[in-house]
């Protein structure tokens, strides 16, 4: 029997339903792949471009589960308008899934599904992909795929998470603490929150607070009048005031000393400012959102960050994780950053070649995303050919691993004691995983919780 040309994805995060499903599914399909975790399907979509998924409605998750299925359903029509939805759901759940319907689902089966039931209404789903296919001249799915949410682009399971945790706090006023290294995208998700909340029409006041001098950051944020100091002209009101209805971006708060961070700290305890100059207390309105490079958690432990402070500003914290933790987004980055430049410096025909783009995944990006933009366009303008070779891109060969070769501590068990073999693992592990303590720990088999004790203990 040959098998019906089409590639089927299961999602459920029942293990059993998996099993069975790709048992009963690979008979009749040529290809059935199947996840668990929903995070995966923007990544698996981009990689395979499915023609049908087959998709749970519920999720253990808990309450909000049918939810998640319909986020997930939003998800994959919106990245892969051509891919065919069909959802799974209980006995009992018919509304839910006429609702589904409704909202792009193609069709539906009752679990526990009849196995000639399920694979009738597969068949028939395949058929009508390979049809519309054949009259547009496509191949598959994947042509069609786009992959932005905002001005994000990104596929990988922890960017799923972000843009998540972005669509959930978007909608409220609490504080956003937004961490992650330098270029991961921290100011675009501070946009894309503002964009997305009830104060979207309203200002978005940047303030890079790395850059603004102690002796100005006063009359920077809460503004001054007239007189207040030598060259204080006329009255002018500060970016608290100018944020007004919309949201204020602080960037860079690591960098504050302590005495501005108190500064600060009062105005948003009492949400009111009091222009330098004046005594009137000014009420604030604005949404909060901060950002930095900077360990936070460790400066609270090493007294150079206010706890109090952090308390007030991490309400909901979005972690955006570096790009060498997420490779699968590299390529779809490589080509949004090519298409620019190419048509930026007029030169249309050029493409990327195989081992470049094997390179550009390979390398570890510590400047991640920016990195990666500024990378490209130097390629793009200096490359003379019309495929962009690895030596276009001035990426030392193997840096990363080199690098960490070179950070890496070397272990020679003689000259130790226990305890500074125990520092040693520590470090070694951490600059491994670039500091990244969930895997760190994993590593060394303890919790993070037990990792942080040692760095702690050790000093590191
Ligand atoms: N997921 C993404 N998709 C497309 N472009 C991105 C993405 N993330 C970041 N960028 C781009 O990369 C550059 C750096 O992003 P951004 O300035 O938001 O990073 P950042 O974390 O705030 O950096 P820094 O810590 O240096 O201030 C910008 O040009 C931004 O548009």
């Known amino acids: 029997m040959s098998k019906v040309p089409c590639k089927i994805l299961i999602v459920d995060d029942e293990e059993d339903i998996l099993v069975a ?89 009752l679990k526990p599904w009849q196995n000639e039931k399920l694979v009738a209404i597969l068949k028939n789903a395949c058929q009508n992909k390979i049809s519309e296919s054949r009259q547009s001249g496509e191949v598959t799915a994947k042509q069609n795929t786009t992959f932005h949410y905002d001005e994000f682009i990104g596929v990988s399971p922890a960017m799923q998470r ?49 850059a603004v001098s102690e002796t100005l950051f006063e009359s920077e944020l809460f503004g001054h009048a007239k007189g207040a100091f030598t060259d204080a002209k006329e009255d002018r009101a500060g970016r608290f005031e100018a944020a007004t209805g919309g949201t204020l971006f602080l960037d860079e708060i690591g960098n504050l000393s302590l005495a501005l961070q108190a500064k600060l700290l ?27 490079n900077m360990p936070l ?4 432990r090493e007294g150079t960050f206010r706890q109090d402070l952090l308390y007030r500003v991490n309400t909901v914290e979005i972690l955006l994780p570096p790009l060498r933790e997420r490779r699968e987004d590299i390529e779809l980055l490589a080509n949004h950053f090519l298409q620019i430049y190419t048509q930026k410096y007029d030169r249309p ?17 510590p400047g991640n995303i920016r990195e ?18 690895p030596d276009d891109f001035y ?53 993070r919780t037990a990792l942080y004790r040692r760095i702690e203990k050790h000093g590191l």
């Open 395 to 447: 990426l030392a060969p193997n840096e990363s691993s080199q690098m960490q070769q070179e950070m890496q501590p070397k272990i020679n068990a003689d000259e130790h004691t226990l305890e500074s073999l125990e520092k040693l693992m520590v470090q070694k592990a951490l600059v491994k995983h670039a500091g990244n303590i969930t895997h760190a720990a994993k590593e060394l088999g303890i919790t």
């Open 297 to 300: 958690y460790n400066m609270v």
């Open 266 to 292: 009062t105005a948003l305890q009492s949400r009111q400012i009091i222009r330098l100059g004046t005594n009137k207390p000014r009420p604030i309105d604005i949404r909060l959102i901060c950002a930095t």
């Open 21 to 109: 499903g790709r048992l009963l599914l690979k008979q009749y399909f040529a290809t059935v792949l199947t996840t668990s975790d929903p995070y995966h399907i923007p990544a698996m979509l981009q990689e395979h471009g499915f023609d049908v998924v087959l998709l749970d409605m519920n999720y253990s998750t808990g309450a909000t589960s049918s939810k998640e299925g319909f986020h997930w359903l939003k998800q994959i029509i919106n990245l892969s308008p051509k891919t065919t939805v069909i959802l799974m759901t209980a006995y009992g759940d018919i509304e839910l899934a006429v609702r589904a319907l409704k909202e792009g689902a193609s069709d539906f089966v």
């Open 349 to 365: 025909a050029l493409k990327m070649s195989e081992s470049t783009l094997r390179r550009l995944k390979e390398y570890h990006w």
């Open 162 to 210: 972000v843009y998540q945790t972005i669509d959930k706090v978007a909608g409220t006023d609490a504080n956003v603490l937004i961490l992650g290294e330098n270029g991961t995208g921290k100011e675009v998700a501070a946009r894309a929150l503002h964009r997305k909340s009830k104060r979207a029409d309203k200002a978005f006041e940047k303030v890079d607070l790395g």
């Open 372 to 389: 990666l933009d500024h990378a490209m366009e130097r390629a793009v303008i200096l490359c003379d050919g019309t495929e962009l070779h």
